[in-house]
Structures are given as structure tokens and as C-alpha cells.
């Protein structure tokens, strides 16, 4: 994998996914021709759901970013989009939110 490759990993979730292509999207604006490659990872929530076991038996937070943070912290990805909501209120120590996109209405 070359490194002038931006990777970029998300949840398999068709939000996820949205999420990940606009962020995608604006950064192939800001710099054109810039290399994008977009990874799924299927998180412990999402396993979780498919599998009808109520999240709330779990009793923690991030159970849909965990995957992702272990993806950035061992240099499998460059960024991860997700969420807020998904995060838990503490970050792993080297991780942080760098970005956030302008926000759509939430009236919808």
C-alpha cells in the first residue's frame, strides 16, 4: 500500500458510509488529486446487532468506534469517520477529534 494513500475507515452502515464519502468528498476538494482508499470495519455494536443481542446488556459506550480507535492506534488507518454519538466521552490516550463537518438540519 503506497503511502500517499489517505485511508479512511468507517462502520459498514449506509449512515456510516454517507458520512464517510461526504468527508471524502470534501477532502478530494480541498486537495485535488489526493489517493482515498475507504475500509469498512465491523465493530463489536455492529456484530452485536446482527446478531439481536440488546446493546444495553453491554453497559459500556463505543461499542461501535472501539474497532476503529485499535484500527488508527496500530497505523492500519490514517482517520476514522463516525459518529459522535458512537464515541465514548473519553478517548484512548493518542486519539482525538480533529474535524467535524458542518452539521445538516436536525429537524429532519
Do not use: C, Y
Request: glycine share 6%; proline share 5%.
Amino acid at each position: 500500500m503506497s503511502a500517499s494513500i489517505l485511508r479512511i475507515a468507517t462502520r459498514e452502515s449506509p449512515l456510516a458510509l454517507w458520512q464517510t464519502n461526504l468527508v471524502a468528498a470534501t477532502l478530494r476538494t480541498a486537495h485535488p488529486g489526493l489517493d482515498i482508499e475507504i475500509k469498512t470495519i465491523q465493530t463489536h455494536g455492529d456484530a452485536t446487532q446482527a446478531a439481536n443481542i440488546p446493546l444495553s446488556s453491554f453497559g459500556e459506550k463505543g461499542v461501535f468506534a472501539k474497532e476503529l480507535e485499535q484500527a488508527l492506534l496500530a497505523g492500519e488507518i490514517d482517520l476514522a469517520v463516525h459518529s459522535m454519538k458512537d464515541l465514548a466521552h473519553t478517548l484512548p490516550e493518542g486519539l482525538a477529534v480533529v474535524a467535524v463537518p458542518a452539521r445538516e438540519s436536525a429537524g429532519d
